[in-house]
């Protein structure tokens, strides 16, 4: 490992020592721990939200959608959204990601709807033989340039969280937004 090396020269002078290590065993040794916690460590793995895609065979037409059935979410800047009820743009009214403000909208439209067109039942995937209740709600979400994703993928756990069935992610339109920076 280490070595000592005398030189000795023909002058008068005492002799000198230099020491050389050998460092082999020190790389070795790197190597072996680099492998080590590599092997060790547990990689984090990506959180996925599953998409659920609708039937494209054996799905009858249903009815039509009516107006009163459907909301509008707008995602803005700053968090911010914009929503109005019915298909046509509306009355327009703002709120936030809180769970006093677009919970709130969404669960107070569902009610109505539920109250005015009622709940359908369906088959529960999850619990093979159980019917589950579902809303008649639709909800639109449209994305202005200015949303960041994050309102995106919070407007989605909204829908999870609220038990809404039926939304669909739209492009914005260039009327909604001049609607919007007219406001």
Avoid: H, W
Avoid at 15 to 38: N, Q
Avoid at 82 to 96: I, K, N, P, R, V
Avoid at 130 to 159: G, T, W
Wanted: glycine residues 6%.
């Amino acid at each position: 490992m280490a070595a000592i090396e005398q030189t000795t020269s023909s002058a008068a002078r005492p002799a000198r020592m230099s020491a050389k290590v050998d460092f082999t065993a020190m790389v070795d040794l790197g190597f072996l721990l680099i492998t080590f916690f590599m092997l060790t460590t547990s990689l984090s793995k990506p959180n996925i939200m599953a998409v659920v895609m609708p039937e494209t065979e054996g799905v009858e037409r249903g009815e039509d959608l009516k107006s009163g059935q459907a909301i509008t979410l707008l995602l803005g800047a700053n968090d911010k959204i914009y929503f109005y009820e019915g298909l046509a743009t509306g009355q327009l009214d703002s709120t936030d990601f809180s769970s006093k403000g677009l919970r709130r909208v969404l669960l107070d439209k569902k009610s109505r709807v539920n109250a005015e067109y009622g709940e359908e039942t369906k088959d529960d995937l999850k619990n093979p033989g159980q019917k589950k209740a579902i809303s008649k709600l639709y909800v639109i979400i449209k994305s202005m340039p200015s949303a960041r994703y994050k309102n995106i993928v919070d407007a989605f756990d909204e829908m999870k969280i609220c038990g809404i069935a039926r939304y669909v992610l739209l492009d914005i339109s260039e009327e909604e937004q001049e609607y919007i920076a007219k406001r």
